[in-house]
């Protein structure tokens, strides 16, 4: 198992957010010389074929480096750490990396449409248990008119918030938005809530600075040394619509590679390591080990 960093200036960032120029900076930076190893076999040369996984946090980069344990012979994992939420997409659709394990879904399918991407969710992992904290309130009966809440700034994630605060019945959404809400879908706002939208990685400086109700997941609020027991109220979704996933391309989802690589992620081991996060609540196991 080997762990390596992607990191990208702030000029690459930049260009990673502004839709055609993203593209074109992609084209001149990998062409049609890059090429994909998962298609090669451990046969084909010789050597383990490496897999890239590009990764963000605890858990989803244990989850990975215990994939790299019990992955079948001829493949090897290489862990490829990015630094924020762009880039694990990035280096996938530039196929710098093979797969990726960062991200629900929905968080994905809003990437490809932005990018005209070409992503796939292979398979989920686990439910993280989100909800929304407070350093303020004990209760949610505490919950007092005009208070600010902290929203993330993605849109995916936006519309899961909202979610959870329209089935707590803080809020009132359209009955014809669902995984697509935002603030203007809201139809009734009877605390007057304010509401400010902040990157979800500044969402644990925002409960700091005494934002009355923030939205984290367990990955995050850890830092300020909360988890979901500390939450004032929480998700409650049967369905794991917002399970993360791990994603591969349209491309390469076939291979061989990226077949065993599914396999190492639905091992017993990553289910038992999971199993073991739930008990402390945190999260969910999202598939069930094949025999």
Not at 165 to 185: G, Q
Not at 198 to 207: C, E, H, T
Request: with cysteine.
């Amino acid at each position: 198992m080997i762990r390596k960093s992607l990191l990208l200036g702030s000029t690459a960032l930049l260009l990673a957010a502004c839709g055609d120029a993203a593209d074109d900076t992609a084209e001149e930076n990998t062409g049609n010389e890059v090429e994909d190893t998962t298609e090669e076999t451990a046969e084909d040369t010789g050597e383990d074929v490496v897999i890239e996984v590009a990764s963000h946090l605890p858990p989803m980069t244990d989850i990975v480096e215990i994939a790299g344990e019990v992955i079948a012979d001829g493949y090897r994992v290489e862990l490829v750490e990015v630094s924020d939420n762009i880039q694990f997409n990035e280096a996938l659709l530039n196929e710098e990396v093979d797969a990726s394990f960062a991200q629900h879904e929905p968080f994905m399918k809003m990437f490809n449409s932005e990018r005209d991407g070409n992503l796939v969710a292979m398979q989920p992992i686990y439910n993280a248990i989100v909800g929304f904290y407070s350093p303020v309130y004990d209760s949610i009966d505490d919950i007092e008119e005009g208070a600010e809440v902290a929203l993330p700034s993605d849109p995916s994630n936006e519309a899961r918030a909202l979610m959870i605060l329209d089935h707590y019945e803080l809020i009132t959404l359209s009955e014809d938005v669902t995984f697509d809400a935002t603030v203007d879908d809201i139809e009734d706002n009877p605390y007057d809530f304010t509401f400010t939208s902040i990157d979800l990685l500044n969402l644990s400086s925002a409960y700091q600075d005494g934002v009355e109700l923030v939205f984290n997941y367990p990955t995050y609020i850890e830092s300020v040394d909360l988890t979901p027991e500390d939450a004032l109220f929480l998700e409650e979704d049967d369905d794991f619509t917002f399970s993360i996933q791990l994603v591969a391309r349209e491309d390469n989802q076939d291979s061989d590679a990226i077949q065993a690589l599914h396999d190492a992620f639905t091992s017993q081991e990553v289910y038992d390591f999971l199993d073991d996060l739930a008990d402390n609540g945190h999260l969910e196991p999202a598939f069930e080990v094949n025999e």
